[in-house]
């Protein structure tokens, strides 16, 4: 082997050797032909005995042909012919050879077009990127609008806005304060010829251009070249090439090296849905590769890649001697996408073998089986005896339907809570939640005195007691039906915690905001004490649980190993700013019981887009219809995008089991998500997912906020809406009927209010229909009729008696008691609210029964009911 080819190996060069490079854009094009098979195939391994041929390293395209028209689009650029229509596109100077694109002739003109004027270049931190320049006036680079809001010049800081139009003559200034993002790059050209100063001329057009296609960040490398913060490779000396970093778009390409392995690996499996996980931003890598002499947690804004982190890091720590590393998150549905990460990551069979990914709620099913095998059957969250989910067993037992009665014993909060107007159903669910992640069993009675924050409604020492009892209820009715929720098995396991033992060397935590207490305390004891232990990734701001977390009490000593990711990687700048000023009209930092995770402001993402739409329609079930008219349209143009319909206001089982009728997947973990076009998924289940366009549906003022739980903490609800406004890295859509949500309408400046029909017409392809909320009744009907034929007790328990009085309820409770009965000719208790309604109309002893102000009470609910 030659003194060459010895170097390349050992990843080394020369001084007098050319260093190859690749663009992030030739990886998703050459993987995109690898994966198409057949005659794209062989194109692509084509390609690879080019881009890798060592046998001849300083000359890897002898043989190859050039095409017969040259390209000066892009400075030094060589392209060669592959046959069949297929070119591939390098820029080659007697420093460095860079591979930039592989595609058949459109594709690469439409590549070509878009990157006019490529100049690789080294940034202010020593790291390959890509930059802009115009070469000459016969070759400007030619950008299309994006369509983004606002003039282009302000979208600069005062001090670049300076640089650019200082001395300029000031009707040409003025004319470009002028320029938003209706002009094309041709009428940009024309205010840029009166500028008298050769270079200023194309420095301000190159400007203006990357700003008119919403790239800042590439603006800004076109002014640094200018100042000299950003040098073009070409003017680099040999050294200064060879020394030069990684960056996010473009890699330098290392024969024989391990990362040259991975990228040959993950050519052939990489789904082009997880084409991020290629490329670790530099910020991020350093997180990957950081030891710590024990736990550590990252905080990171939404689109920071932490869930990227988390894998990269499982995969560094298994390739590095750890035997088994276990990734643990909450939501089943984020651990199936996990779990695709990890094997199209993994190198090699050998470092896949040694990563677990799991739901906390399979990771428990698991230990309890293992350490109470008779109980196997009950570790579910489907009934194996009624094929029911645990939504519907706790709203069985709650309303005590089926003879059940172990939830009277919360009736007295259920009547105090029903009058505030907030649904008592749903708090003492998340009261037991808290309780649950903040308690082993066998310290559940000092919930009776333990500070309590987070809620704003408190509950007194006796009602405490209620809720204590409550929840032995609830235990008792999940035992009955066999099925139980994920806190319960924290319970059952935390019953065992003495007893467990390490399972494996490493955890790694996504999404740690939503673990309790009590869950920490468990993953504690799965992992012994050392270097690398546990590593936490969250981010506050997606806080959705109501639970009680304290790394502390879990026996968990970050001490002072906190690393933060605050730039969002995912988003559009219009996006992110729609979705954080939301968030910020309903987040109140001292809203969380928390101390360990702190609420982070972002740094924008240079991309741009127009700004979010919020479109309206006459009902739910039209918003819907527009909404897939709208997203099929989108994929027959761009099949290649993922999409979502989330709905605001609806539970994963009420979507589920829409989902299921309209023949598509929902976002719960049960399929590969990742495969679908199209995925419906409540707000929550949307975390850790990236889509191309992201519609959520149902944003109206009576569901976000939600109307029925107490206005201090409905931030849950606006943390939700800020986790799926985020999932959208190009479009985000946010939809309603009625009177829209105002925490859309005090973000107004960063959104676009239109009509459904204004941009789309309704086709008869897609039906307008809605999903179903889990019914208010015991029998299957769902008409609100059907609420009067409750009697008062049961009509008490449905959403539409919340807000009653407490006199209202006792006397409803009274009178209306499911029998009825008459004294002296007349009726003086009713067996239904039906009856009742018929009274209120024709008997005076009615009002005497109920007292005038309960009975107008009562006959004004009834009217609207029967509307």
Request: proline content about 3%.
């Amino acid at each position: 082997m030659s003194k060459l080819n010895i170097a390349a190996k050992n990843g080394k060069r020369e001084p007098d050797q050319i260093v190859h490079l690749k663009l992030k854009d030739f990886s998703k094009a050459l993987k995109s032909l690898y994966q198409a098979g057949a005659k794209r195939k062989k194109i692509a391994e084509k390609v690879q005995a080019l881009c890798f041929r060592a046998e001849d390293f300083a000359s890897p395209f002898k043989g190859t042909k050039v095409t017969n028209h040259g390209e000066n689009r892009i400075k030094h650029c060589v392209k060669y012919d592959l046959g069949d229509g297929y070119r591939l596109v390098t820029i080659q100077h007697n420093k460095f050879c860079a591979f930039c694109y592989v595609g058949d002739h459109d594709d690469t003109d439409k590549w070509l077009r878009s990157n006019s004027g490529l100049t690789l270049s080294r940034d202010d931190e020593g790291r390959l990127v890509k930059a802009f320049v115009s070469d000459d006036g016969e070759n400007l680079i030619n950008r299309e609008t994006n369509l983004s809001h606002g003039f282009l010049i302000e979208r600069l800081n005062s001090d670049d806005q300076n640089m650019l139009l200082t001395g300029l003559p000031l009707t040409v200034t003025g004319q470009i304060y002028q320029l938003d993002s209706t002009v094309s790059d041709h009428e940009i050209s024309l205010v840029c010829q009166k500028i008298p100063e050769h270079e200023r001329r194309f420095l301000v057009y190159d400007v203006l251009c990357l700003l008119l296609a919403g790239d800042l960040e590439k603006a800004m490398r076109r002014i640094g070249i200018a100042t000299g913060q950003v040098t073009v490779l070409e003017s680099l000396s040999d050294r200064e090439v060879l020394e030069i970093r990684d960056g996010d778009e473009v890699r330098r390409i290392v024969v024989g090296s391990q990362e040259h392995e991975d990228f040959l690996t993950h050519l052939a499996k990489t789904t082009p849905y997880l084409e991020w996980l290629l490329f670790l931003h530099p910020e991020q890598e350093k997180i990957v590769e950081e030891n710590f002499i024990g736990p550590a947690q990252l905080s990171g804004v939404s689109g920071a890649g932490k869930t990227c982190v988390a894998v990269k890091r499982a995969i560094r720590l298994a390739r590095q001697g750890k035997e088994e590393v276990l990734i643990v998150t909450l939501n089943r549905s984020l651990a199936g996408l996990i779990q695709s990460l990890v094997v199209s990551a993994a190198p090699d069979k050998d470092v896949l073998s040694k990563i677990r990914t799991t739901s906390f709620f399979q990771l428990c099913q698991g230990l309890l089986e293992g350490l109470r095998p008779q109980d196997q059957k009950i570790h579910n969250d489907i009934s194996l005896k009624l094929e029911e989910h645990v939504d519907e067993v706790f709203r069985q037992y709650y309303r005590c339907w089926e003879n059940f009665e172990h939830a009277d014993c919360v009736w007295p909060i259920h009547k105090s809570l029903s009058a505030r107007g907030i649904s008592s159903e749903n708090y003492l669910r998340q009261e037991f939640d808290w309780l649950r992640s903040a308690l082993s069993p066998s310290k559940f009675r000092d919930y009776l005195s333990i500070q309590r924050a987070g809620r704003k409604i408190p509950l007194n020492k006796d009602f405490r007691e209620l809720v204590l009892n409550g929840l032995d209820g609830w235990q008792q009715k999940m035992r009955a039906c066999g099925v139980i929720d994920y806190l319960g098995l924290t319970t059952e396991l935390s019953k065992h915690l003495d007893e467990l033992k390490p399972i494996c060397d490493a955890i790694i935590i996504d999404e740690a905001q939503d673990f309790g207490t009590t869950e920490l305390a468990i993953l504690r004891k799965l992992v012994p004490e050392g270097e690398n232990d546990i590593f936490l990734c969250g981010d506050i701001a997606q806080h959705v649980l109501p639970k009680h977390r304290s790394l502390t009490l879990a026996d968990i000593d970050i001490s002072n190993r906190f690393r933060r990711i605050k730039r969002n990687y995912r988003n559009t700048r219009e996006i992110l700013e729609a979705a954080y000023n939301v968030l910020l009209e309903n987040l109140d930092e001292t809203q969380f019981d928390n101390t360990d995770l702190e609420i982070l402001d972002p740094e924008y993402a240079n991309r741009s887009s127009p700004k979010p739409g919020v479109f309206r329609a006459s009902s739910l079930e039209e918003e819907y219809a527009y909404a897939r008219n709208f997203l099929n349209t989108d994929l027959r143009d761009k099949p290649e995008h993922k999409n979502c319909i989330a709905f605001a206001g609806y539970s994963l089982r009420e979507v589920e089991i829409f989902a299921e009728s309209e023949g598509l997947h929902v976002l719960n973990g049960m399929h590969s998500e990742v495969s679908q076009s199209l995925v419906l998924s409540d707000l929550e289940q949307t975390k850790g997912y990236e889509f191309d366009v992201v519609v959520v549906l149902n944003c109206t003022n009576d569901v976000l906020p939600p109307q029925n739980v107490p206005e201090e903490e409905a931030f849950r609800s606006g943390c939700q809406l800020y986790v799926a406004m985020t999932r959208a890295r190009e479009e985000l859509y946010l939809s309603y009927s009625g009177e829209v949500s105002h925490w859309l309408y005090k973000a107004k400046e960063q959104l676009s209010f239109l009509e459904w029909d204004e941009v789309m017409d309704l086709s008869d392809e897609f039906k307008p229909v809605k999903p179903e909320s889990l019914h208010e009744f015991e029998s299957e009907q769902h008409e609100r009729r059907q609420a009067l034929k409750l009697n008062g007790r049961q009509f008490l328990y449905t959403s539409w008696a919340l807000g009653l009085s407490p006199e209202a309820q006792e006397k409803i409770i009274d009178l209306v008691d499911g029998f009825g009965s008459i004294r002296k000719g007349g009726r003086v208790k009713w067996k239904d609210m039906a009856s009742l309604r018929y009274d209120l109309d024709l008997s005076p002893r009615v009002k005497q029964l109920f007292g005038s102000r309960v009975q107008q009470e009562v006959r004004d609910l009834l009217a609207e009911l029967s509307d």
